[in-house]
């Protein structure tokens, strides 16, 4: 089980969730990825994507100092 | 006993393309959908950008469609594939620069690759003949079919019924009885059948799914490719003409001013990449010169930027210039008037 990042800062929908798509297919069920965004849609759409393709969403957060607007997700079971 | 039988279908996000999967799903298939991403699309970005877009909540609405049906969503980057359909299409341009026919093309056949790649059986799309005047027509459908290399593996549920049978219905994995007849540019019977089914709330896009349908887009577009001697755009181009005012004194330049706080947060991610100005004296836009400028040039651009600015009435307005990120140098000049703003230089 690993824990990766990815930095989606400068993306506008939907490019970060692409980019979550095809790093969640390298990895193996129960690998934890975190998303850094600075789209706020990130909040909306990777949630979305997670839920429809059976990924848990562990946490979203904002950093408004920052701009960054965090994802963090569980590969599930059928990846 | 028989094979469960998948389809894999195209969705933009509208309310055609989650009829036709509820249609399919109906009938006892198994559905995942496929996006693609063109760079063009108007979901999102704008929406991103805006400052004042950003009050409604935004959504991804092949996201959300996704969601709707219980189905998989595979979005697929095509940028960099997809330029040769923008920049050489076949069957020629729409109205604007859009490139249906070959569009509709292009992404059947990279459906068709993923289809045969993931042992998918046949592809479904929410089209409807008469619906648009290029990529929709009678005569056009076979096209499509024929150039994509998908024959009778693609099924369009709503208006199947109007076009010859196809695999899935002669193979009797889909019953031709419960697919629809739908036609020309009447959204009525959609209307009917989402009410049917319980979808509210669905996207309806004016237009088309693109840009390239939008007139001041597809100007933008002709004056990046007229103006760089030749087709060719990348995705930071195409974005940047979907922000700001476009202003171009000269042929050697352009001004690109944010209309709004949000496009000049969007704009400062280019700062590093371009000549950019930013009026200091008063509230005004960041605006960024895309060209080779002189120190003129740089003038004048002040100036048209002092001119959107709130000093646009005052004596005189000062600005920040900074050369691709270095700097910067102060500038004082006077704002242009309105009629010194000639109208063939907004583009
Ligand atoms: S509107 Fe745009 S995305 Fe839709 S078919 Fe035409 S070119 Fe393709």
Redesign the interface.
Known sequence: MSRQRIDCS?L????P??RV?DKVAELHPGDELEAICT???AL??IP??C???GHEVLETRSDSDAGEYIVVLRVGEDS | MSRQRKAVALISGGLDSLLAVRVIQQQGIEVEGINFFTGFCVEGHTHAIRKKDQKKPKRNNALWAAEQLGIKLHIIDIVDEYKDVVINPRHGYGANLNPCLDCKVFMVQKAREWMEQKGFDFIITGEVVGQRPMSQRKETLPVVQRESGIDDRLLRPLCAKNLPETLPEREGWVDREGLYDFSGRSRKPQFALAKQFGFEDYAQPAGGCCFLTDERYSVKLSDLWQHRGEKRYDLDDIMLLKVGRHIRPADHFKVIVAREEGEGNFLQGYRKQFISLKTTSHGGPLALIDGEASTADIELAARIVARYSQGRDAPQVELEVSDHGAGPERLTVVPLAASEVREEWVL
Not at chain 1, 12 to 15: A, F, N
């Open positions: 400068r506008l929908c939907p490019m969730v692409i798509q789209d706020p849609g909306n759409d979305a994507w839920r429809i393709n």
